[in-house]
T-cell receptor
């Protein structure tokens, strides 16, 4: 149990375009979903926390207008990187938690902006 | 100050041996949870083990055990009988009740298992 999927697993886009990443909890209801960013060989950096049906809470330094997060249902959250630039290239990972403390992570999305 | 400290950037162990990955934490919240995750080269984060601050016994999950020393604020992960597939990055993380459900991660330890 506790499976989280992410789509797409890899995406390459041109500078200036927007990219949407989906995060789904497949076998449980995720009251809270989290979005992280990870640079090579570095730790995970929390970007934002989203609760179903409410606005996401962004960490300090994360531009909310650039990284749009929507948590429309108990099984789906989306992260949209708007007007992507090469510096946005990174590994983005979502996680989801239900009624327990444990966060279950998706497999991640590798974004490359050309 | 760092909330989660993993002092070992890399560890090496031979197959079938046990290995301990260190983790110390810093919090004033009396209610917190400690987690260990494994991240293989594919990138997915795999949950391994959880220890609650009020748990009396050390958590165990198969070959994984958590050596929880509350007074020392340490939560070391012990992997017994290492396997080649254990080679990965390992992250220690903490959730403080007062901070909600967000996890704070350490910098990670890269474990390499050789035959």
């Amino acid at each position: 149990g506790a499976v989280v999927s992410q789509h797409p697993s890899r995406v390459i886009c041109k500078s200036g375009t927007s990219v949407k990443i989906e995060c789904r909890s497949l076998d449980f209801q995720a009251t809270t979903m989290f979005w992280y960013r990870q640079f090579p060989k570095k730790s995970l950096m929390l970007m934002a926390t989203s609760n179903e049906g409410s606005k996401a809470t962004y960490e300090q330094g994360v531009e909310k207008d650039k990284f749009l997060i929507n948590h429309a249902s108990l099984t789906l959250s989306t992260l949209t990187v708007t007007s992507a630039h090469p510096e946005d290239s990174s590994f983005y990972i979502c996680s989801a938690s239900g009624h327990t403390d444990t966060q279950y992570f998706g497999p991640g999305t590798r974004l490359t902006v050309l | 100050a760092q909330k989660i400290t993993q002092t070992q950037p890399g560890m090496f162990v031979q197959e079938k041996e046990a290995v301990t990955l260190d983790c110390t934490y810093d919090t004033s919240d009396p209610s917190y949870g400690l987690f260990w995750y494994k991240q293989p080269s594919s990138g997915e984060m795999i949950f391994l083990i959880y220890q609650g601050s009020y748990d009396q016994q050390n958590a165990t999950e198969g070959r994984y055990s958590l050596n929880f020393q509350k007074a020392r604020k340490s939560a070391n992960l012990v992997i017994s009988a290492s396997q080649l597939g254990d080679s990965a990055m390992y992250f220690c993380a903490m959730r403080e009740l007062q901070a909600g459900t967000a996890l704070i991660f350490g910098k990670g330890t890269t474990l390499s298992v050789s035959s």
